[in-house]
């Protein structure tokens, strides 16, 4: 695996996506998204914050393309706002907030950064979900029109497009746990949401040849690697469930012939679903959902250790004495992503693999120089980055990583209080200060060497 920016073969880069970022939620003709209105509904966000201002970088674009510049990153992975192209949800697109992409991408070339866009990332405009969301059919053509104005405006400059980021994120906290956006719980409801997830991803990547020749194109899954907490026959039947709605549920359908048998029996015993009918699915619509794209994009950030739950659903747990947990209560556990690696190449061959999102949060400590000295944070992404490499080495096509995230942001239903940044935001001041872990890996970009990458890097001159 080469490392350095200047090869084309491997891209090293950082990831955030609009609503985290943005700010300026009703400016520039934007609409509300369905996390503007969760937000703005009591107890939802953990600290009380919402999303409208976040890092403001709708205002402060340019100077955060300077960070990236000062990383010396060859990709950025970015988000488009779906409400500030369509604020409504249909109709015609504002002007304003396609221009604000095409100007971005311009300066994000003439830098040497490829544009690497995704197109859903969670904004669903308030409008569409009024009708239904993701539940309704609807959304397929609502998706797709969407994505051919964006594509038919930047499909000349960009060469790396996502569909859909973490459609299990989506469907599974939205519409099934209810804390996401859009807040329901209601397990029949995510199914139907998966699927038209899918349908609409397929339908989105013949669009994307059309507007975006040349480029390569996919979608997002977010990854975890089960292991059952002991040996027997409950808790390793636990873990086949786990894995068959979380991975198989998502993956089977885009690279082979539909949901997995064994998964739907099991959304059947567990009453969300009558039977084994999926009455969602018309015929002709899995053609269109392996529709062949160019790359899989793999998020990981932790393993899932499961026994079978007292309702009979299997039940993720935290066992890990020996193991450090970030802030997000979420094991550090950096085999798992060669597991998940290494067994999406076997059992599913995509052409490449980019790992789009890797890293952690971890709280700061009581005084400013505490939050820019983050050991832990180096150390998840040194031991993820090995074991990246290592997957590589053992011929994953592994063609990119993206560390989650470029800067301190907008942390969903964390709110403002979860920091994954490289860079440390002041809210306040919005001023934005490089970590270690910004130095270190600034140093391993540029050296291609994960160990020659120095630690104790804090006297060196920030962007
Ligand atoms: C996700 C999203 C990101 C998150 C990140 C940390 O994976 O949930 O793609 O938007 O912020 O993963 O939770």
Redesign the pocket.
């Known amino acids: 695996m080469s490392a350095h920016r200047k090869t084309d073969d491997f891209m090293w880069g950082v990831a955030t996506?609009a609503q985290?970022i943005e700010g300026a939620f009703a400016e520039g003709g934007r609409g509300q998204s369905i996390w503007d209105r969760y937000a703005s509904t009591p107890n939802h966000i953990l600290d009380g914050s919402d999303s409208r201002s976040a890092c403001d970088h709708f205002h402060r674009w340019q100077n955060d393309i300077e960070l990236l510049e000062w990383l010396g990153v060859g990709a950025y992975r970015l988000s488009i706002s779906w409400p500030r192209i369509l604020p409504t949800g249909s109709g015609n697109a504002n002007a304003a907030g396609l221009d604000f992409y095409d100007a971005l991408i311009d300066r994000l070339l003439a830098c040497g950064i490829q544009p690497f866009v995704t197109l859903n990332?969670?904004d669903l405009p308030q409008a569409l979900q009024d009708q239904g969301g993701w539940t309704s059919r609807s959304m397929v053509n609502a998706f797709a029109d969407y994505v051919a104005i964006v594509s038919r405006r930047l499909g000349d400059r960009v060469g790396h497009w996502v569909t859909h980021?973490?459609p299990w994120?989506i469907a599974h906290l939205g519409y099934q746990e209810g804390v996401h956006a859009p807040g329901l719980r209601d397990p029949g409801a995510s199914l139907k949401v998966v699927h038209h997830l899918l349908l609409s991803h397929g339908r989105a990547i013949e669009i994307l040849r059309g507007y975006s020749p040349g480029a390569q194109l996919g979608i997002v899954h977010?990854a975890t690697s089960v292991h059952p907490v002991s040996d027997s026959d409950a808790d390793r039947d636990a873990a086949r469930q786990l894995d068959g709605a979380f991975n198989r549920w998502y993956l089977d359908p885009l690279y082979r012939d539909g949901y997995p048998e064994d998964a739907i029996a099991d959304h059947v015993g567990l009453g969300h679903l009558a039977n084994s009918d999926l009455p969602f699915v018309q015929s002709g619509d899995f053609e269109i959902i392996r529709t062949p794209t160019d790359f899989l994009g793999v998020?990981y950030?932790s393993r899932s250790v499961v026994k079978r739950g007292p309702t009979g659903a299997p039940l993720a747990i935290q066992v890990v004495p020996d193991h450090e947990l970030t802030a997000?209560g979420w094991e550090v556990y950096p085999q798992g992503l060669h597991e998940v690696l290494t067994r999406i190449h076997a059992d599913y061959r995509p052409a490449r693999i980019y790992l789009t999102?890797n890293?952690a949060?971890y709280d700061d400590g009581p005084s400013p120089s505490d939050s820019l000295s983050d050991p832990r944070r180096v150390d998840y992404l040194r031991t993820h980055v090995a074991a990246a490499q290592q997957s590589a080495a053992e011929g994953v096509p592994l063609h990119g990583y993206f560390v989650?995230?470029l800067m301190d942001?907008f942390?969903?239903a964390q709110g403002l209080s979860k920091r994954?940044g490289l860079f440390h935001v002041d809210f306040e001041t919005q001023r934005r200060t490089p970590r270690e872990s910004a130095f270190w890996y600034r140093d391993l970009i540029s050296s291609g060497a994960v160990d020659s990458a120095s630690r104790h890097v804090q006297t060196r001159r920030s962007p």
Do not use: I
Request: charge should be negative.
């Open positions: 996506s985290q990332h969670w980021n973490e994120c977010l998020n950030y997000m999102e890293g949060a989650w995230s942001n942390e969903w994954f």
